[in-house]
Each structure stands twice: as C-alpha cells, then as structure tokens.
C-alpha cells in the first residue's frame, strides 16, 4: 500500500511560531547563560557537600575509635563497689562509655551509650571491633574489646557534625543563587552589548524596506559582527550600484527613445491625416519615403530595445564558470560579422587562449567590435583583428582596428559609455550602445578597454581578458 506523501508547505500562511521562537535572542542568550551556570553551580556544590560530609564523618569515626581504643588500653580505677573501670569515665565529657560483660551486664555512668547485639558480639571475642550509626539517640556507637570478656562501647551526638553540615548547605545555596544572578546579570550585559550590532542590521535593513536609503551603517572592532556590518555595508553599496546604473540605463533610453517615437509618431499622424477623404492626396513619391522613413525608424527602435536588453543582462552580476576558447568565440564572430558586411576585408591572426568567461556575451562584446569596425570602413576597406597574449601579464589582447576616418582624441575617452555618438557618427545607424556592452562584458570578466589610434590610421579598439595559452596550459 503506498503512502501518501506530504502535503507541500503553505509559504502564505506559515504555522506560527513556537514558543522558544518568540523568545528575543538577548533572552535566550541570558537563560542559556544563567543555566550553564546553575548547572556548573550545582555540580560544584554538590561535590563540595559531599566531600565536606564525607570528611567530618570520617575524621568523626576516626576520633571515635581513637579515644574508644586509648579509653580500654588506659590506666583503671578501682570503684566504691571495688570494681576496677577505666579512668575515661570521669574524664569523657562530650562522649557517653561504659564497658559491657559477655554476659550482658553493663556497669558504668548512668548516662549509656546505645547497646546492640553488635557491641555484645564484641565483649564475647566474636568481632574485634565495631562502628555504627545508632539513628532513635541520632548518634555515633563504637565497641572495642577492654580485658576479658569485656568490650568497652562509646558513642558520641551526631548534632554537632549536622549542624555544620546545614550551614554548609546555606552558604552553597546561597551563594549558587547569587552566582545565578551574577551570571543571568553578566549575560545580559554582554548580549545586549555582542547584539548591539546586530540590532544595528536589524534598524537598517527595516530603514531600507521601508524608505529606501541605502546609507552604509558604522564599523566598530573586528570581530564577527563587524565584518557582518562591513558584508552588509557591501551590499548596500552594490545594491545603490545597482539602483543607479538603472536610474540612468532609464533615463538615456528614455532621451535616446524619444526621437524616434516622435518621428514615427508624427509619420503616422500624417499618413492617417492624408487617409481622410476630404484630405489632399500625398504623391506617390511623398508616400514612399514617408514609409521608408517609418521602416527605419521601426528598425532603429528594434535595434534600441535590443541593445538594452543585452545591456540591462550585462548590469546583472553572473557567476563566471564556463571554459571558454576565445579562438572560437572570435571565429564564430567573424562568420556572422562577414555575413552582415561582405564587402569588408577581414584580415585575421589569432593565437590560442582559453578563459573562465560566458562564452555567449564575449561572442556578443567580439561581434560589436567586428560591427563597429565594418560600418567605419568604406566598401573594399580592411579590418584587422589580432589576438595574441601579453607577455608577463597573464592577460591576451584583442585588437580590431579599421581603415575608416578614426576617433577623434577628444572623443576616445567617451566611446564606451552608453549613448555615447561622436558628431561624425549621429547620422549613421545605431544606438550607442554596442561598445558600451563590449565594455560591459570585458570588465565583468576582469578586463579593459581601450580606444586608440590604429597605424593604417582608422580607429583602434582594444579588448583585454585574462586566461591562459593553450600552450602554457598542456605543459
């Protein structure tokens, strides 16, 4: 019979939450801190009792038996009833002796000690020695034999020996509760100062959702926290970032797509007006380049939107783990570069080098290079496109230079950033953003660009990646 799996977890409605979870942290930290030390407490306490209780009754016993034995091994005295008994008798102040017949008579102060079958075994000669714990008199028995047929038996209170017993449990419970508190005070102090921090993350983060400032929060120390505040403050900063790139990815697009929806817009406005039946009639030749006009202008938007979409995937941080031979990536670039230019000459040298890249986007960085290139090249021109490693940089060069006019020196600076076009190129195609995402993808994979002069005298736009030589590789 199969058994029904589980029903999947609600993520709208989670079940609420236990009771520890609703505990604050600084709390728990303080009962964790208070147990461990009433746990400690109580282990050394207990320890210290027992060992305290052991000894006293040991040194007790010992005492005991010590006097029982110098008691019979002592000197007598002979008695008003010419019995000789022990001089402890009149000398034995806090202990109660008196000496016990094998056949059972007990002669001594009338104040006995407690009598057993244990101390009569010992005046018969059956046990050389005996020690208990007489419990209705709450108090210590000892019997060891005294001449013939004879034991002499002593006891003494236990009440002494409990006294200071209870006053040692006092002191222990007494100061385990304070060290209780002392601790349950010390670990609230330091959670509320170790949490100090955390409650900072807690206050920014709350800040953030709720109005969006994204100012960094203060570094104190070095410990863990504060590189936790530092990691946060980093992603603050990229976070800000990343909010201003797209501010103003938005507000060029938004410049850059302005034109060319008015004049489409204005396009369509005069074809529909001319539509009208009591409109005048547009000639054939009006018509034609009104839709002419329309076509590129669709186009041009076409062109735009994608560009912005590459570059909006360029802005978002992506892991880079893919080998890539960058040999092919040029190559495949170079087909689809000679497909849209067939009039442009291509003159290729590439040396192996292979990269952790993504081997789309640098096909994309390469194929803007190659694009860029054809368009400033007149028909019959030559592109030239090296590939060869630097040498003691661990980093390969990518050159693609054109036989066209060249960049001005005061425009190279400028030819990568977004919607950027020189004056000698606002009446070609284009959005402005080809070599912004060349720029894009060379620096998200820890390289540069660089504009220059070419020395066929056209322009030079250099890309450089890091990686390793196939060469350098195999050995």
Request: proline share 8%; with cysteine.
């Given at each position: 019979?199969?058994?029904?799996?589980?029903?999947?977890?609600?993520?709208?409605?989670?079940?609420?939450?236990?009771?520890?979870?609703?505990?604050?942290?600084?709390?728990?930290?303080?009962?964790?801190?208070?147990?461990?030390?009433?746990?400690?407490?109580?282990?050394?306490?207990?320890?210290?009792?027992?060992?305290?209780?052991?000894?006293?009754?040991?040194?007790?016993?010992?005492?005991?038996?010590?006097?029982?034995?110098?008691?019979?091994?002592?000197?007598?005295?002979?008695?008003?009833?010419?019995?000789?008994?022990?001089?402890?008798?009149?000398?034995?102040?806090?202990?109660?002796?008196?000496?016990?017949?094998?056949?059972?008579?007990?002669?001594?102060?009338?104040?006995?000690?407690?009598?057993?079958?244990?101390?009569?075994?010992?005046?018969?000669?059956?046990?050389?020695?005996?020690?208990?714990?007489?419990?209705?008199?709450?108090?210590?028995?000892?019997?060891?034999?005294?001449?013939?047929?004879?034991?002499?038996?002593?006891?003494?209170?236990?009440?002494?020996?409990?006294?200071?017993?209870?006053?040692?449990?006092?002191?222990?419970?007494?100061?385990?509760?304070?060290?209780?508190?002392?601790?349950?005070?010390?670990?609230?102090?330091?959670a509320r100062a170790g949490l100090r921090p955390v409650q900072r993350l807690t206050a920014a983060t709350e800040r953030v959702a709720l109005t969006g400032d994204l100012r960094p929060i203060p570094v104190s120390g070095d410990d863990e926290l504060a590189r936790l505040t530092a990691s946060f403050n980093g992603m603050l900063s990229a976070l800000a970032e990343s909010q201003e790139r797209q501010r103003r990815l938005v507000a060029d697009a938004g410049h850059e797509l302005r034109t060319p929806l008015t004049s489409?817009?204005?396009?369509?406005?005069?074809?529909?007006?001319?539509?009208?039946?009591?409109?005048?009639?547009?000639?054939?030749?009006?018509?034609?380049?009104?839709?002419?006009?329309?076509?590129?202008?669709?186009?041009?938007?076409?062109?735009?939107?994608?560009?912005?979409?590459e570059l909006a995937r360029e802005d978002t941080p992506q892991a880079v783990h893919e080998p890539v031979d960058l040999v092919d990536v040029v190559e495949r670039a170079l087909g689809r570069a000679r497909r849209r230019a067939p009039r442009t000459e291509f003159d290729v040298r590439l040396n192996p080098w292979v990269m952790m890249g993504d081997a789309t986007a640098l096909e994309r960085a390469v194929l803007n290079l190659l694009d860029n290139a054809a368009k400033w090249s007149p028909d019959g021109g030559h592109v030239r496109v090296d590939l060869y490693p630097e040498a003691g940089t661990g980093l390969a060069a990518l050159e693609v230079a054109d036989s066209g006019p060249g960049i001005a020196e005061a425009d190279r600076?400028?030819?990568?950033?977004?919607?950027?076009?020189?004056?000698?190129?606002?009446?070609?195609?284009?959005?402005?953003?080809?070599?912004?995402?060349?720029?894009?993808?060379?620096?998200?994979?820890?390289?540069?660009?660089l504009a220059a002069e070419a020395p066929e005298g056209g322009a030079l736009l250099r890309m450089t990646l890091p990686g390793n030589s196939q060469q350098n590789e195999q050995q």
């Open positions: 019979m199969a058994v029904p799996a589980p029903p999947p977890p609600d993520l709208d409605n989670p079940p609420p939450p236990s009771r520890l979870q609703r505990v604050s942290l600084r709390n728990r930290v303080t009962w964790l801190a208070a147990m461990c030390v009433a746990g400690a407490v109580a282990l050394v306490s207990v320890g210290a009792f027992v060992t305290v209780r052991d000894s006293l009754y040991q040194q007790l016993d010992d005492s005991l038996t010590e006097r029982a034995v110098e008691a019979a091994e002592g000197p007598l005295v002979r008695t008003a009833d010419l019995q000789q008994v022990p001089v402890a008798f009149f000398v034995a102040t806090n202990f109660k002796i008196n000496v016990l017949s094998a056949d059972g008579t007990v002669f001594g102060p009338e104040q006995r000690p407690p009598m057993s079958v244990l101390e009569l075994s010992v005046a018969k000669g059956e046990v050389q020695r005996s020690l208990r714990t007489d419990k209705p008199s709450n108090s210590r028995v000892v019997a060891v034999p005294t001449g013939r047929n004879a034991a002499l038996v002593m006891s003494t209170s236990l009440q002494p020996t409990q006294r200071t017993l209870a006053q040692l449990s006092v002191v222990l419970v007494v100061m385990g509760g304070a060290g209780i508190l002392l601790a349950a005070a010390a670990g609230t102090a330091v489409l817009r204005t396009n369509l406005e005069l074809l529909l007006a001319a539509a009208r039946p009591d409109a005048p009639a547009l000639s054939e030749q009006d018509r034609r380049e009104m839709f002419s006009d329309v076509q590129a202008q669709v186009e041009e938007l076409s062109a735009l939107v994608g560009d912005l979409v600076p400028y030819v990568f950033e977004r919607f950027y076009r020189s004056s000698d190129a606002r009446t070609l195609p284009g959005s402005g953003l080809g070599l912004s995402i060349v720029k894009q993808v060379a620096e998200r994979h820890g390289g540069s660009v």
